[in-house]
């Protein structure tokens, strides 16, 4: 029977009676936070119904923030959004050490590019001038929780590349040798390049929370950062009191 007929009679949906399904063994505690839930194979020859039915199930599920889907390692309990402070410049380390959870970092690279144009208008430097690139990959309990795609003014943190980032983040350590006193924020619903779904693994139509940031140190740029964060993990949060 299809869904629409089934609404047409009163009776739910399959695919919400599966979603009620999981939510039940979730809320009973049969299924706790960061549990592997059975796959859509395993889901669709215990239940006997579609992928279409179970696939749609999971999806809504997972948009809402109940379930976690890794790509290659299946589907869990979400153990709950973390939270991001958009409008303050924190250390995501910090940020998940507080939640109770183990925070490690992943290099992916480090090296010295050119100034684009683009980026010499970001940074505030020549076209063609040195700058320096890293890519991390931030993880929350071993799992993907940002993509750290950040550009320095060499000129203000000459030994960034020296740095090890799996002991100390770029955050933290630029906010030690160059003390921001500006910083500039957007937040924006993006959909992950197929290179960046990978490193996050996430399907490549997951919706992500992109947040652009530049931070200055008086009137110099220090640095340019997109932080890439998987929709479904991700909440932003702020706080303000009047007056400030």
Not at 151 to 180: G, H, I, K, M
Not at 197 to 216: M, V, W
Request: net charge neutral; charged share 25%.
């Amino acid at each position: 029977m299809s869904d629409v007929s089934e609404r047409q009679g009163g009776t739910p949906p399959h695919y919400a009676m599966v979603k009620q399904m999981i939510l039940g063994r979730i809320g009973s505690g049969e299924w706790p936070a960061r549990h592997r839930i059975p796959s859509e194979n395993e889901l669709v020859a215990s239940l006997g119904l579609s992928r279409m039915t179970i696939n749609r199930a999971l999806r809504e599920l997972a948009a809402d923030g109940v379930l976690l889907r890794i790509q290659g390692l299946g589907t869990f309990v979400a153990e709950g959004k973390s939270q991001t402070s958009v409008f303050k410049v924190r250390n995501i380390a910090d940020e998940i050490r507080e939640r109770g959870h183990a925070h490690a970092a992943q290099t992916v690279m480090k090296d010295e590019v050119k100034a684009t144009p683009e980026l010499a208008d970001e940074l505030g430097v020549e076209l063609g001038a040195p700058v320096f690139h890293s890519l991390v990959i931030h993880l929350e309990n071993d799992i993907p929780a940002q993509l750290e795609d950040r550009y320095v003014n060499p000129a203000l943190a000459p030994d960034y590349l020296t740095q090890d980032f799996s002991a100390r983040t770029p955050n933290s350590y630029l906010s030690a040798v160059a003390p921001w006193t500006t910083v500039e924020h957007t937040v924006e619903a993006v959909l992950p390049a197929s290179w960046e779904a990978k490193l996050l693994a996430i399907a490549r139509g997951d919706p992500c929370l992109l947040i652009r940031r530049r931070t200055f140190s008086g009137e110099r740029v220090v640095t340019s950062v997109r932080l890439l964060m998987p929709g479904g993990r991700s909440r932003i949060e702020s706080r303000q009191t009047a007056g400030s």
